[in-house]
């Protein structure tokens, strides 16, 4: 048991903690009302889409110093329990491009860089699939 959880624990590399799709239930979006680009609400229910932004932010590693950016989104997760965790996410538009996740309490130092190829899957699915097709 002891190693079971080591392994599972492994991959809790953000202060945040590891996110579990299974626990979310919705995954709110808000567009950042000072963006000039016109971008819609979200509201994410699909299984494998909270897998997909549950896997961006359990790849993220930590961003040192302070952080000078512009979310694309306000982003809520919503857990079973009522639970909620807030965010600010930043994509932007261009394919192959990192992101950048920073927890809503904290705006200014604890921000997380989004691999690129896990930036592509949300801008495909934030954004179109044809647009931005989903690897």
Same mark, same amino acid.
């Given at each position: 048991?002891?190693?079971?959880l080591?392994?599972v624990l492994?991959?809790?590399?953000?202060?945040?903690?590891?996110?579990?799709?299974?626990? *979310?239930?919705?995954?709110?979006?808000?567009?950042?009302p000072?963006?000039e680009?016109?971008?819609?609400?979200?509201?994410?229910?699909?299984?494998?889409?909270?897998?997909a932004?549950?896997?961006?932010?359990?790849?993220?590693?930590?961003?040192?110093g302070?952080?000078?950016? !512009?979310?694309d989104?306000?982003?809520?997760?919503?857990?079973?329990?009522g639970?909620?965790?807030?965010?600010?996410?930043?994509l #932007?538009?261009e394919?192959?491009?990192?992101?950048? +996740? *920073?927890?809503?309490f904290?705006?200014?130092s604890?921000?997380?860089?989004?691999? !690129?190829k896990? !930036?592509?899957? +949300?801008?495909?699915?934030?954004? #179109?699939?044809s647009a931005?097709?989903?690897?």
């Amino acid at each position: 048991m002891p190693v079971l959880l080591a392994a599972v624990l492994s991959g809790c590399q953000n202060d945040y903690g590891y996110i579990n799709a299974r626990w *979310v239930e919705e995954i709110d979006l808000t567009p950042n009302p000072q963006l000039e680009k016109a971008l819609e609400n979200k509201a994410i229910t699909e299984a494998s889409y909270i897998q997909a932004f549950a896997d961006a932010m359990n790849k993220g590693t930590r961003i040192n110093g302070d952080l000078d950016y !512009a979310a694309d989104y306000d982003m809520l997760l919503i857990y079973g329990d009522g639970y909620t965790q807030e965010y600010d996410l930043a994509l #932007g538009q261009e394919r192959g491009n990192e992101g950048l +996740l *920073v927890a809503a309490f904290d705006s200014t130092s604890k921000g997380y860089s989004i691999p !690129a190829k896990n !930036a592509d899957k +949300l801008r495909g699915i934030l954004y #179109g699939r044809s647009a931005y097709p989903i690897p």
